[in-house]
């Protein structure tokens, strides 16, 4: 970009130098003068109801200091949004194996679990339900709270988008598709588990320092069950040892088991999680069941879509709400349509719960829609990227929901960007005429939009605060968390940007509830827009001061003022420095703090109608994958992978291309080998020598292409790109398995079984256990 | 038990029970916190450490094991005026790092590599972080940090 110093120019990340120095301190890493050590006993049945519990006997134990449960909380510990059904600790019942049900706090790990060993719970199991098939059976057991509408209390929310009418134009098409896909329950896999270290304060409150996505949701949370006012509750950001949507409920839940600990025994309480422990009781990417049914025209013109979906999202509602609405709104995938209606349900069963997880409903649904896009080329005789290319949502076009497309509209340069990049019409052809053998390769294409920040969801804004502080560095706050995004560079180098100061004078804070402002949720890759703009504000607020004391001081009007580094230059021509200007600043009497807010432009979705603008803008992308499949074994290795991304504008160029590649990596592992699969409600992987994600062997090279269509509102142009990149990668990996096999797996994920007999094997019942003693009562 | 090693260049002894592993004995009785656990069964690779120059799983291997040998974490990577090391410098201009729960391990088993060859392929280095697992990067810019460093060292030298 012209005339710019920093944005879009290679950077350092602000915190790497701490990072592969081993230096950056996670939760579990931190370590306190009497602090306690906490541990949870979690449920082994699916569904039951507690007819005793009795935690006193753990107070007997040697080395335990306090023992809580439902009952040490106001209201029992009951929190969630938008449905309030989920409990700090089980109250009366649990729904899901690895619930939890009480917490002790001890001298030290051991004596926290001989703790747990000593309470008396007793659990009547309850008939469950597994199958999001069967959960609104009229006989079904009741998993979802009382419903005051006649609904099937397990039913939990519907989402539906609505254009013309599907159901008298799909027959009349000449040519369509009716197919049925599905995607497993995904486990986020980051590799710091999760963790809180709750502190007394003095003043009868507590500090809790959270491996969370949103330190203000969490305060919100524990100032409720704990019935303390706000001020006396402070949470403090820790590093994140990856999140991809995965640290909040239950690192809210972990903040307030160690918070009511430490105010019972007036001593520090921190709690990490084992991995099986996180696996069994963490939340996952919901299944998702979908029939899709596409109707196009001879020439290629695509109709209509008819999309059905029904997510299971286990035991609790979490963010299931919200999932649906995303994957309502993108279901039809990037396309224009003369007819459309979508219609996503989700309901309530015993399995683990499903939450955040990246992508948030769109990962899903695109898995779909974009094999059935192929599916149709296919029965169209049209080259499946070509054929994307004559129907993609271009800049002018008018979304399924009825949204108009005003600006920042980068897909078909994207499909075209990887058609070149990746050689695609020539392999294509050369892999059409393979011999027949053993080995079998393929290409296959996927497109990706997706909404930038909340949209219609809620009140979508942030802020930040910026200061000079006494040794001339300058403080910079945001309300939201870099939990390995690269989003504190993205705010240092676009405060840099605006106050024409070096990127290393800037600290960004920590978010801490005490220093930082409230800026919403850190979900939905809205951290550039939403968090970038609100830096920006603030710069822009302490740069109109500094600029008025330099003119001040150079005797000028402001427009005469020139930069030269950090340096302003007046008339004379002599330079002085930002330090000169600081004082100067300071002598006229100002205070250099200043802060800034930034609010989405209002946008309306109509619920009842299916229709409205849903996002303030979308990214577009598009992905081809190479396959080679081995057909004898089934094993499919992605050998080539390109990947283009309309990011509006790049802020952190290393750091953009870093969520791209990482993406992918997620979606590959999506796509073949990862699958949380629950067994009457018992998680089987529950550690990586049975959940297995991609190694660096299993990853290829992979083409990055970051393409810049500027979004007005964004800052410095730029829109979203860390949910997007992973997105489009499955089906374009499962489109690519399709072309080389003649074969389409249309059920996640796609594992040699899948692959070699197009279905999966059946697996042994010995697994209605996990492991960390979840062992099944028999 | 006593157990003696070399720590970073340094000898030193702790006594500690010998069923501890070696992370335990890290984190706990040295408070060196680099080495993180993930997993615990020797999947993940957040624990590593350099044993004798070998890449080891450290929460798989009982802390006697390393009597009378040589233990470098991460914390002894660094040169002692507390700049960064060509590797760790790298690792930051390839974008190498987002979270940084695998970073230390994954600096490691870069400079296990770059000792037995300056000029590895990119599968070469696939091969040797195979062990360790990242679920942020994707690897790629990993990938490219070791072999610049490696490419860097070989011009030195």
Redesign the interface.
Known sequence: MAGRQFIGKPARRVDAADKVTGRTRYVADYQLPGMLYARCLRSEWPHAVMTHLDVSPALNVPGVAAVITSADFVDDGRFGFPVRDQYILAHERVRHVGEAIAAVAAETPEAAAAGLHAIRCELEPLPAVFESAQALAPDAPQIGPDRSDGRHPNFLHSEIVRLGDPDRALPQCPVVLDAAYSVAQQEHAYLETEGALAIPTPEGGVVVYASNQSPFINREILASVLGLPADRVRVIQAPVGGSFGGKDDLNYQASAQCAALALKSGRPVRMTFPREESMIASYKRDAMHMRVRLGALPNGDLQVCKFTGRLDSGAYASQSVFTSWRAAVHAMGAYRYEHCHVDIDCVYTNNGYAGAFRGFGNTEVCFAIEQAIDEMADALGQDPLAFRLRNCLRLGDETAFGQRLEESVGLAECLEAVRKASGWDEKRAAYARQPAGPIRRGLGVAAVFHGTSLGAEGADYAASTISVAEDYSIALTSGLTDYGTGAATVFTLIAAEELGTRPERIRLLRPDTNTSLESGPTVASRSTMLGGNAARLAAQNLRQMLDFAAASLLNCPQNRLLRVGEAYIGPSEEPATWERIVDHARSLGLILSAHGRWSAPHIHWDSQAGRGSAYIAYHFGAHVAEVTVDMRTGKTDVTGFWAAHDVGATIFPQGAMGQVYGGVAQGLGYALMEEARYEAGYLQATNFDTYLIPTAKDVPDITCILLEKPYSQGPFGAKNVAEPAMVPAAPAICNAIAHATGRRVRDLPANLERVLLGHALSHSDGGLACKIGLARPR | MLIQFTLNGRPVSVEAPAHLTLLTVL?DYF???????????G??G?CAVLVDGELVNSCLMLAPKVAARTVL???G??PADGS?SDL?EA?????A????????GM?LAGEALLAQTLTPT?EQ???A???????????????DAIAAAGAQRKEVN
Not at chain 2, 91 to 95: M, S
Not at chain 2, 97 to 104: A, D, I, K
Not at chain 2, 129 to 135: E, F, Q, S
């Open positions: 984190r408070h060196l916190t680099g080495a993180k656990e993930g997993c615990s069964i999947e993940c957040t974490t991460i914390e990577v660094s960064l760790q690792f930051i201009a390839y974008g790092v987002q979270c940084g729960f695998c970073t230390p600096v990119r280095i696939r091969t972080l195979a062990g360790n697992l990242c679920r942020c990067t994707g690897y790629q810019q990993i990938v």
